[in-house]
Every structure is written in C-alpha cells, then in structure tokens.
C-alpha cells in the first residue's frame, strides 16, 4: 500500500529536550515537505526536499531541521523544543513529473506539546 | 511570500445544500490549483485539482471554478452530505520558487441533518 508514515503519532515533551518525529514514503517519491497545522494559520511549510541531499527553507524553518540521507526518509528534528512549536506536524511527499507535482500525499499527522 | 486567502473559515450546511468556499491567491506559477479534503485525525487529501487555462472542473458533486483575471477559484459541493464534514484546503502553486504549493488557512464545514 502505498503511503507516508509518521512517527510518533503523538509526543509530550519539555522544554529544550531535543526530539526527531520520523517520515518515511514507499512510493519512491522525490519531493518531501513538512508542515505544521495551527488553527485559524492553515497549512505552513517548514522545510522541503527536492531529493536526497536538496533541501531548502519553507515559510517558518525557525527552530527546525531536516535531512534527506535517503530517498524514502525525511526526519524533521527539534534540537530545542519551545511551547510555540506545539503543533499538528505532517510530512507530504509527492513526485516531480510534470503535470503531477500537485498531488501531495500526507501522512497521518504527529500531535506534538511542548510544556 | 505569496499568500492564499479562504473564506469563509467555518461553514454550516444543511444536509441537500450547496457548499461554498472561495479562495482568491497572488502571483502563481502555471500548475494545477488543488483543493485537499481532512478528516479529523488524518492528513489532507487530494480531492480536486483544476488548470489554470480551464474555468471549471467537475467530479461527481464537487466543482472547483476558476476566474483567472480575478484570481479566484471556488469549490462547491452539490447536494451536501453528512459525510462531507470535513475541513477543506485550497492551495495554489509557487511562482519563482520550486517548494511546490501554498495552502489557504482552511474551512471547516458541517453539514447538518
């Protein structure tokens, strides 16, 4: 079945502790993002990946890391959690072919509180 | 950094009504304009996607209608259902950039009984 897992689906943490939620797509897909979710803020990229070593900055990359070792695995680390990261993570991926690109396939979500 | 702005933010609908969302974008590159459906507890689906050179899609009782000078486009569900409790995402593709898309901040509709 082709899909995008996350882990862990869930995480309290304290402040400054830090943390790694995982992504993984078996679908062989180049491209990878993460976004967090905040009511009333929609969908925010964090940081993308066009392909294995290539990533790049989204719209709030402030306090986040990523890397793209391999292709199907796109970790998003927090070296030092503060409360305004507490949020609803989700990775997507989705592939470069032309007329396609749109299409962006989301994993379940990691609920993270940073108390 | 392009902006994508949805209205309305929450939306009741009897069951049998029409549901209306609109979103209107800025500058864009020349790609599909999709719109993503959530459940709660999951990630956003794909649900719908138009071309810019078209002025409307149709699947089944979801439409997306688009007004390229206006930079505007829609999405209407027909004949709404309980089961189209959702909230919904509009996005819209990035000019200059290669990071793909930027989602409006969300609807999120109920259809009543």
């Known amino acids: 079945e082709a899909q995008v897992t996350q882990n862990p689906r869930y995480l309290i943490t304290v402040t400054g502790k830090k943390l790694t939620v995982t992504c993984s797509q078996n679908?062989?897909?180049?491209?990878m993002s993460w976004y967090r979710q905040d009511p009333g803020l929609g969908l925010r990229q964090i940081y993308y990946?066009?392909?294995?070593?290539?990533?790049d900055k989204g719209d709030v990359p402030e306090g986040y890391k990523v890397s793209r070792k391999e292709k199907r695995n796109f970790p998003l680390i927090l070296e030092s959690p503060s409360p305004n990261q507490t949020s609803l993570y989700f990775c997507?991926?989705?592939?470069?072919?032309?007329?396609?690109?749109?299409?962006?396939?989301f994993g379940p979500g990691t609920r993270l509180t940073v108390t | 950094q392009q902006q994508v702005k949805q209205s309305p933010q929450s939306l009741i609908v009897q069951k049998g009504g029409i549901s209306i969302i609109n979103c209107a974008y800025e500058?864009?590159?020349?790609?599909?304009f999709p719109w993503y459906q959530q459940f709660p507890g999951k990630g956003p689906a794909l649900l719908i996607a138009?071309?810019?050179?078209?002025s409307e899609k149709k699947e089944g009782r979801f439409t997306i209608s688009f007004n390229k000078s206006a930079k505007q486009f829609s999405l209407h569900i027909m004949d709404s259902q309980p089961g189209d409790s959702a909230t919904y995402f509009c996005?819209?593709?990035?000019?200059?950039?290669?990071?793909?898309?930027?989602f409006g901040t969300g609807t999120r509709l109920q259809v009543t009984l």
């Open positions: 500058n864009t590159a020349f790609d599909y």
């Open positions: 996005a819209a593709p990035r000019a200059g950039t290669a990071s793909k898309l930027t």
């Open positions: 990946s066009m392909n294995v070593e290539v990533t």
């Open positions: 997507a991926s989705s592939t470069r072919a032309s007329g396609s690109s749109y299409e962006q396939y």
């Open positions: 679908m062989n897909h180049e491209y």
């Open positions: 138009i071309r810019p050179d078209v």
